[in-house]
T-cell receptor, first 111, second 115 residues
Framework: TQLLEQSPQFLSIQEGENLTVYCNSS?????LQWYRQEPGEGPVLLVT?????EVKKLKRLTFQFGDARKDSSLHITAAQPGDTGLYLC???????????FGSGTKLNVKP | DTGVSQDPRHKITKRGQNVTFRCDPI?????LYWYRQTLGQGPEFLTY????????KSRLLSDRFSAERPKGSFSTLEIQRTEQGDSAMYLC?????????????FGPGTRLTVL
C-alpha cells in the first residue's frame, strides 16, 4: 500500500497547456518534497514545502502544501516539452531518516 | 565534486547468485539512503545511514539484503541468493546533515536484472 497517492498516473498534453498533479496521504508529514526524474537517471529535487498552506513558485511551477500537511499539488503553467518526465512527491519522517515516495505522475508534453 | 556515483550501472545475474552494489556519496554528506525502484513506481525506501551508523531499515528488507557504510563514506548494498523479484533499479542518495530542506542528491542508479 502506497502511503502517498499521486494522481493522475499519466498525463499527455500539448505544449502551452496548464496542468495540475496531486499528491495525497492520510498521514501528516514534517515536510514534503517534489522531484522530477528522467529515464535512466535519479530523481532531482524541485522544491521542499514545510509549512501548512505554503505556496512556492519556481518559474512556471507552483507548489502548494495543504493546511493539514497531508497533501500537496504541483501546477505547471504553459507546459513545454522540456517539462516531460516523471514527477514524484516524497514525504519525510520527522527526523528525515526515512522518505516515502508516491508512485509518480508520468508527464508527456507534445510539441 | 561530481555528485553521487554508483557502480555498476547495470548488472545481470542468474537467480541464486550474490550481487554487491557500491555508492559513493557527495563528500562530507553525512546522510546516505538506499532505495529500490521498479518500473512505473516511485522509489521505495530500503535503508538509511548517518555516517557509519545504520539508523533505519525498511521492514520490507528481507534477510537476504545487507548494507554497510564502514567508514562513513562509501556504502555497499549486498543481495544474497538473488530472486527474479529483486530485479529493479537500486538508487542511492546522500544529503548533508545541515540544510533546512534536507535535499537528497541521487545517483544514476544500478539496474539489476535477475534471470
Amino acid at each position: 500500500t502506497q502511503l502517498l497517492e499521486q494522481s493522475p498516473q499519466f498525463l499527455s498534453i500539448q505544449e502551452g497547456e496548464n496542468l495540475t498533479v496531486y499528491c495525497n496521504s492520510s498521514s501528516v508529514f514534517s515536510s514534503l518534497q517534489w522531484y522530477r526524474q528522467e529515464p535512466g537517471e535519479g530523481p532531482v529535487l524541485l522544491v521542499t514545502v514545510v509549512t501548512g498552506g505554503e505556496v512556492k513558485k519556481l518559474k512556471r511551477l507552483t507548489f502548494q502544501f495543504g493546511d493539514a500537511r497531508k497533501d500537496s499539488s504541483l501546477h505547471i503553467t504553459a507546459a513545454q516539452p522540456g517539462d516531460t518526465g516523471l514527477y514524484l512527491c516524497a514525504g519525510a519522517s520527522w527526523n528525515f531518516n526515512k522518505f516515502y515516495f508516491g508512485s509518480g505522475t508520468k508527464l508527456n508534453v507534445k510539441p | 565534486d561530481t555528485g553521487v556515483s554508483q557502480d555498476p550501472r547495470h548488472k545481470i545475474t542468474k537467480r541464486g547468485q550474490n550481487v554487491t552494489f557500491r555508492c559513493d556519496p557527495i563528500s562530507e554528506h553525512n546522510r546516505l539512503y538506499w532505495y529500490r525502484q521498479t518500473l512505473g513506481q516511485g522509489p521505495e525506501f530500503l535503508t538509511y545511514f548517518q555516517n557509519e551508523a545504520q539508523l533505519e531499515k525498511s521492514r520490507l528488507l528481507s534477510d537476504r539484503f545487507s548494507a554497510e557504510r564502514p567508514k562513513g563514506s562509501f556504502s555497499t548494498l549486498e543481495i544474497q541468493r538473488t530472486e527474479q523479484g529483486d530485479s529493479a533499479m537500486y538508487l542511492c542518495a546522500s544529503s548533508p546533515t545541515t540544510g533546512w530542506d534536507n535535499e537528497q542528491f541521487f545517483g544514476p542508479g544500478t539496474r539489476l536484472t535477475v534471470l
